[in-house]
């Protein structure tokens, strides 16, 4: 099948030079169906096949795809996703001033589209630049800022989220609360995915705090795996898909045994991990996570993660990709 005889359609989205690319990756006949039968959802079908290539174990391969997809972009969207996709992984691998410019530049892209500034909002927050964590969550929120505070009604926990995001970093530059900033806490307890759609816990009298510090599930982010792996903290043999797949599959069967008990992750950092280690040195493994969890992460830190997210929303993981299409997916059983 050449770029020529791909429907007219298709030929409106995919570029001459990302079609080369996809032709020499040898990806199974479903993802081309998908391109031909989905020519709306061509940029979702690409950014699945670079899944499946990291799954595959053909980094190189996915690599070569994020950088065609960001290169030739079938949408906007898709396009600035491949590029903060290909920055994460530049990060993992250990180029990090490669991966800090791609991510500065996407920043400033002046049409920079509401779900990747997300991403880049909380990459900034998390690395100190606040500045540019403002701007992004500004572009992540810009239709509930477009609306009055009063009339503030985030449709689900992840545009609460954003929100107090905005509202978080804004107290970190020392700016005074705005109204947007105190409607943001007051919609945490009226939006759908709150506590209640994880369900209440059967004894009134549970401490919460025990609660939450159950409920948490420490997962190493995609930044530090490599870190991770050569201090020991995850077996060297572990890829990034198992270190994720393993954590969705815990969760699944906590949910399942618990139903009682509210559950979230929270990425962590190797070196934050490492430097708990070393003031518990007998505690290894699930056990050192799990004690830094009670330990070491505040009662009322943000960082902690509602799991499930939405089938739609954000994956948990980092991967910048919908929950459904990736530890979502109901392959993990």
């Not at 005889?5 to 030929?11: D, M």
Request: aromatic share 4%; charged share 30%; hydrophobic share 40%.
């Amino acid at each position: 099948m050449t770029h020529e005889t791909l429907p007219e359609p298709l030929q409106d989205v995919i570029a001459p030079r990302l079609w080369e690319v996809i032709r020499g990756l040898d990806l199974p006949r479903e993802f081309l169906t998908d391109l031909v039968d989905l020519p709306h959802e061509v940029g979702d079908v690409l950014l699945d096949a670079v899944e499946y290539l990291e799954r595959a174990d053909r980094p190189d391969a996915a690599r070569r795809l994020l950088e065609a997809v960001r290169a030739d972009p079938p949408t906007r969207e898709s396009g600035q996703y491949a590029a903060f996709s290909l920055s994460e992984r530049l990060r993992g691998a250990g180029e990090a001033a490669q991966a800090d410019a791609l991510a500065r530049a996407l920043a400033g892209d002046p049409a920079l589209m509401p779900g990747p500034a997300h991403m880049l909002a909380e990459l900034f927050e998390e690395t100190g630049d606040l500045e540019r964590a403002l701007r992004c969550f500004n572009i992540a929120c810009r239709d509930a800022l477009a609306d009055p505070a009063e009339d503030l009604a985030p449709r689900n926990m992840l545009d609460a989220m954003v929100l107090q995001g905005r509202a978080r970093v804004r107290r970190r530059l020392g700016l005074p609360e705005d109204d947007h900033d105190r409607a943001a806490q007051a919609s945490l307890d009226r939006v759908p995915g709150t506590l209640a759609a994880f369900g209440e816990p059967d004894d009134e009298d549970l401490d919460d705090t025990l609660l939450r510090a159950e409920g948490v599930r420490p997962v190493y982010s995609r930044a530090c795996l490599p870190r991770a792996r050569e201090i020991g903290l995850i077996d060297a043999d572990t890829s990034d898909t198992e270190h994720y797949t393993n954590a969705e599959r815990e969760l699944r069967e906590a949910r399942r045994t618990r139903p009682d008990v509210l559950l979230s992750t929270v990425l962590v950092d190797a070196d934050e991990i490492a430097a708990f280690s070393r003031e518990h040195p007998d505690l290894t493994g699930t056990d050192l996570t799990e004690t830094w969890t009670e330990e070491a992460l505040p009662a009322d830190s943000a960082r902690p993660t509602p799991w499930p997210p939405g089938r739609n929303e954000p994956c948990w993981c980092g991967s910048t990709r919908k929950y459904k299409k990736c530890c979502g997916t109901p392959a993990l059983s």
